[in-house]
Every structure is written in C-alpha cells, then in structure tokens.
C-alpha cells in the first residue's frame, strides 16, 4: 500500500513563558507499509516531538496525520514506540514484562505462546525468569523491542533505541533490528543521530534540519542488505549526508 501513513504539513509550537516556540514547521512525507525509515538530524530539531504526535502522545498544532486513510487523533496499539532506556518494570521478570501490554487481552495459553516466541525472536528464551536488572544494556534493549512487538503493532517508532550502548553492542543490536525487520515487515520509523546506523538500517532517509524542525532532504538508500560501512558506495552516500550537515 502506497499511503500507508501519511505526515501533511505537521507544525507544532510549544508554549514558552507569555509567548511560544515553532518546534516544527510544515512536515510532510509519506511511509509505505512496511518500510524502513531513518530520521536524523541535530539534538533539538523535533525528532522526539515528531514520534510522540505520531505515536499520539503530542498533538500537533497544524496540520494531519493519515494512518491507512484514517486521522490519527490519540494513542492507539497499532503504534508502539521504543525508546532510548530499556523501560522495563524493574519488579517484573523478562517474561512478565514481555507480557504486560498484551496481558488480559488475549487468552493464558496464547499469551504464554506469543512471550515465547517474541523471547525467541529477540534470542533471550534462556532470560525469561531473569529480572532486568540482571541483564546486560543490550538484552535489556533487545527486551523492550520484543515488548513492544508482542503488542502486534503496525508501527514501530524507535527514538534513538541503540544511543546509549556502547559501540559493539550497537552493532549486535543493529543486526538485530534487521533480522527482526525483515522477519515481521513491520513499519518501522527509527530515529538516530548516528549517520551510519542510518545507512546501515534505512530505506529512506529522512535529513531533519532545526530552528524550526523541518526536512532538509529525504535520501533513498538503494543498497542491499546486509550493508557494508567499507564500500565506496556506502561511504560516498555517507560523506554526502554529512555535507548537508554542515550546512545545517
Ligand atoms: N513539552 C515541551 N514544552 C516546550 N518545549 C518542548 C517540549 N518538548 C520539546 N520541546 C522543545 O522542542 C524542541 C525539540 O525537542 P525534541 O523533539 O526533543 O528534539 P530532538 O528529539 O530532535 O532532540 C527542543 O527545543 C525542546 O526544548
Ligand atoms: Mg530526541
């Protein structure tokens, strides 16, 4: 599907003192269902702000949100974000996080069924009796993801998941992520300030520019996965994204 989630002309201004702040100016892009998009850009240009109107938690000043033709006007399962700390509830074990969104919802036996399967996914089955605060930064991420994909989204709206691990784990959880993509064609909008996770994940990348936050450029990434940071492609692609943010 074509349209799957459309943006058209998303502004947002957030009262400051007796006055207000533009924090975004005129967004508009479409995502098809399934795809990968990477949005970066500088700290402060409305990265966050942009997920959490989609995702429903913001209201955007202007503007309209089409999710399969329908306006997205509050929160709603199909729309699950992940953020840059794991979330678990620290009184909870693995499985019984995993569980949480989803529990009552569904019968014990299927329940039980889909924790497992998501533990699988995110190849933490060994860990289901394990408090998070037993994992490392990494399983712990992994968790929150497979949490929010148990909840059967449409759309994953990742808010920088892997900036806070260190370099190699990154890099596992980039790999993940992929696997993952690929198994469930979930629509997935990731945001990161890391270039090369951008061209390592997206289809699409989305260049924000801030002051007020807008869209700089949109790049087609069309290399094939899974993708090497060595290839002259990749580094020719990279260095253009970098110049356009030097002038940003
Ligand atoms: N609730 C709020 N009230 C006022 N200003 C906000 C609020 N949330 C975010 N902002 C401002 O909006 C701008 C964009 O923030 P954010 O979306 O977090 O950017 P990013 O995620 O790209 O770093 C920042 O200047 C921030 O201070
Ligand atoms: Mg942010």
Redesign the pocket.
């Known amino acids: 599907m074509a349209n799957f989630l459309e943006i058209n002309g998303i502004s947002k201004y ?3 003192g007796k006055g207000q ?1 533009q ?1 975004l100016e005129d967004l508009t892009f479409k995502v098809s269902s399934g795809e990968l998009i990477c949005l970066i ?1 500088p ?8 997920l959490r109107i989609i995702a429903g938690l913001e209201k955007q000043t202007s503007g309209q949100i089409l999710l399969e033709g329908k306006a997205i006007e509050a929160t709603g399962r199909e729309r699950v974000m992940v953020f840059q700390e794991p979330r678990l509830f620290p009184w909870l074990t693995l499985e019984e996080n995993i569980a949480f969104g989803i529990k009552g919802r569904v019968e014990k036996k299927i329940l039980r069924h889909i924790v497992q399967e998501m533990l699988e996914m995110v190849s933490l089955s060994e860990f289901a009796k394990a408090m998070p605060h037993q994992l490392s930064g990494g399983m712990a991420q992994r968790a929150a993801i497979a949490r929010a994909l148990a909840t059967e989204p449409l759309i994953l709206l990742l808010d920088e998941p892997f900036a806070a691990l260190d370099a190699q784990t990154r890099s596992e959880l980039q790999n993940d992520f992929l696997r993952l993509w690929q198994s469930t064609h979930k629509t997935c909008i990731h ?1 990161t300030h890391d270039i090369d996770e951008a061209l390592i994940l997206g289809q699409r990348i989305i260049i924000m520019q801030p002051s007020p ?1 807008s869209i700089r450029e949109i790049i087609p990434v069309p290399f094939p996965y899974p993708r090497c940071p060595d290839e002259l492609d990749f580094i020719t692609l990279k260095k253009k994204i970098r110049d356009l943010f030097t002038f940003i």
């Open positions: 957030f009262k400051l702040i924090v850009g700290s402060g240009c409305g990265k966050t702000t942009l945001v936050g």
